[in-house]
């Protein structure tokens, strides 16, 4: 069955810190890859994805990712965080063929980002 | 642009009831997508529709069900609830004529308890 993996179900980070929030697929097919933010009480917002082209793609509020095809990887990095970043991460799967559509999500990662 | 919309934002159910959820999408997408976020189970794909037609649907039982109607909004339906029903079911949408890896735009939810 195809899963995604989001290694850590917390992240504390001092502000103005970097961070790098993991994730890994389950699959040797093409995939599209997504990551998005959740605050409290609020549905997801979509900070970025990866389509297809450069490894390195860039979001907003200042996060990237990287795409590692060969490790089935899409970290999520930010080099300085603020406390507004303190939120629910999900990192999401689309798998292209099998007409599914639907998004695979990780578990989320809750980053706590501390003063 | 107005963005995803859904209402109510709460509904309270007692067990045995039939709840109705429903959802707007952004003008212009023709796809919806019905999430459900339970605790401790993450986000979990419920169902697609795209130009009126359900499409897939995830690992549900069938009192779970919904629409798509002309103008592309949409509503969950959810048949003898149960408590574990309780959950925040969030609705996305996206523009399905580009193919696979649209993104896709999620509303607020509607926050189903059930008593």
């Known amino acids: 069955a195809q899963s995604v993996t989001q290694l850590d179900s917390q992240v504390p980070v001092f502000e103005e810190a970097p961070v790098e929030l993991r994730c890994n697929y389950s699959?040797?097919?093409?995939?599209?890859l997504f990551w998005y933010v959740q605050y409290p009480n609020q549905g997801l917002q979509l900070l970025l994805k990866?389509?297809?082209?450069?490894?390195l793609v860039k979001g907003i509020n200042g996060f990237e990712a990287e795409f590692n095809k060969s490790q089935t990887s899409f970290h999520l990095r930010k080099p300085s965080v603020h406390i507004s970043d303190t939120a629910e991460y999900f990192c999401?799967?689309?798998?292209?063929?099998?007409?599914?559509?639907?998004?695979?999500f990780g578990k989320g990662t809750h980053l706590i980002i501390q003063p | 642009e107005a963005g995803v919309t859904q209402s109510p934002t709460h509904l309270i159910k007692t067990r045995g009831q039939q709840a109705t959820l429903r959802c707007s999408p952004i003008?212009?997408?023709?796809?919806v997508y019905w999430y459900q976020q339970a605790l401790g189970l993450g986000l979990q794909f419920l169902l697609w529709?795209?130009?009126?037609?359900?499409?897939n649907r995830g690992n549900f039982p069938p009192r779970f069900s919904g629409r798509q109607f002309p103008n592309y909004s949409s509503e969950l339906n959810v048949n003898a609830l149960e408590l574990e029903d309780s959950a925040l079911y969030l609705c996305?949408?996206?523009?399905?004529?580009?193919?696979?890896?649209?993104?896709?735009?999620f509303g607020d939810g509607t926050r189903l308890s059930i008593l």
């Open positions: 990866y389509l297809s082209g450069s490894t």
């Open positions: 996305a949408s996206s523009y399905r004529g580009g193919g696979l890896g649209q993104p896709q735009h």
């Open positions: 529709y795209d130009e009126g037609e359900e499409r």
């Open positions: 003008s212009g997408h023709t796809s």
């Open positions: 699959s040797s097919v093409s995939v599209y």
């Open positions: 999401a799967v689309q798998y292209s063929g099998g007409g599914a559509d639907g998004l695979t």
